[in-house]
């Protein structure tokens, strides 16, 4: 009897442990946010920079030709101030829907820590040029570069070949494909004069016209050393896409590989397979992928799932309870030294100290 009250005791006070985890954050200073990303960018603690839609512009094709729908974006940092975030830096509007038959550059980004200090960098591609932001205590200083007539669609900051030493992974428009189908993978190591390229050549992905081919980001993956570029193609309709990964088995080559993850053909009532664009997380050694899964795994509630890429096998991680409204964008975060999860939802902000899913 003694035994089994000391356990009751103790899994109640977990109980209670785990009601409570969850603390809110505030709401977003900013509204329209549809992305977050955790790093630190200008001191010792994690800032979150966010990507916040700001709504659509039309421009007209000539007359009787209708119009072209840019989607303007702008990218923000937030700092925590006690129990609510605030920001400290925004863009300017910016367009980031590609148009290449217009001949209109859309711009994207990517972060990383590309010079070793210890901070993260925020690098801003439109077509051909590349800024480079170092966010300071109190100010930002801005640094471009040309990539010799590159036309940018995606970028990545990764170590395709494991030295420690960061490249900078671009998804481009081949201007010698007049059906504008085919995208170029290119790595770019960072110079004193810039971005330049490891190799004279990339490796080619065309997927046909209906296909949307995304670069997710990079990560760790099993077999593979560094950290590796993720590409997605994503079908139009809803199923499973193919994702793969660029790695460099030798220091001349460059190799684009579906292995590491789940062939389509394997689909079945009892696989679960991703669809669209993921947001990929490293966590320990394993990779865990947050978007939707096919057949899916939350039928009764929100269709964005958690999967750990386990031996070229899709497997989902159930959430913990206080986790079970979780929906919005997610990112790994640092708060007060420990780390969790962050969830804005609702324009709410959420800290899930620790894991949010049980791995088995």
């Known amino acids: 009897m003694v035994i089994r009250t000391a356990l009751a005791l103790v899994a109640a006070s977990l109980s209670i442990a785990v009601a409570q985890a969850l603390v809110v954050l505030g709401r977003s200073p900013l509204e329209g946010v549809v992305a977050v990303s955790a ?28 119009k072209t729908f840019l989607d303007l974006r702008r990218i923000a940092l937030l700092q925590l101030d006690g129990t609510a975030f605030r920001p400290v830096w925004q863009s300017e509007p910016f367009n980031s829907t590609n148009t290449v038959g217009l001949g209109i550059a859309g711009t ?39 990539l010799n007539g590159a036309w940018v669609e995606g970028a990545a900051v990764c170590d395709v070949d494991g030295d420690s030493f960061p490249e900078v992974a671009t998804l481009e428009v081949s201007g010698l494909d007049p059906a504008g189908t085919t995208r170029l993978l290119r790595l770019y190591r960072m110079t004193g004069s810039g971005l330049v390229p490891c190799l004279p050549y990339s490796a080619g992905v065309d997927r046909g016209a209906d296909v949307r081919v995304v670069l997710l980001g990079a990560a760790r993956l099993a077999d593979y050393t560094g950290t590796l570029p993720v590409v997605a193609s994503i079908h139009p309709t809803l199923k499973p896409s193919t994702y793969e990964v660029l790695y460099r088995p030798k220091a001349d080559s460059l190799v684009l590989t579906d292995r590491p993850f789940p062939w389509q053909e394997w689909f079945s009532k009892e696989r679960v397979l991703p669809a669209g664009e993921l947001s990929l997380f490293n966590v320990g050694d394993s990779l865990v992928a947050y978007g939707y899964f096919v057949p899916g795994s939350r039928p009764s509630g929100p269709s964005l799932s958690f999967a750990a890429l386990d031996d070229g096998e899709w497997r989902l991680l159930p959430l913990l309870d206080n986790a079970m409204r979780l929906s919005g964008p997610v990112c790994r975060f640092t708060r007060n030294g420990v780390s969790g999860w962050l969830e804005l939802r609702d324009n709410l902000f959420y800290f899930y100290p620790g894991e949010i899913f049980r791995w088995r």
């Open 39 to 66: 790093g630190r960018f200008s001191g010792a603690h994690d800032d979150l920079l966010v990507v916040q839609d700001i709504g659509r512009m039309g421009l007209s094709r000539g007359p009787g030709q209708g």
């Open 108 to 146: 994207c980004w990517t972060r990383g820590d590309i010079d070793a200090d210890g901070l993260q960098e925020l690098l801003m591609f439109t077509a051909d040029s590349c800024s480079v932001l170092d966010f300071g205590t109190d100010t930002v200083t801005t640094r471009a570069y040309s």
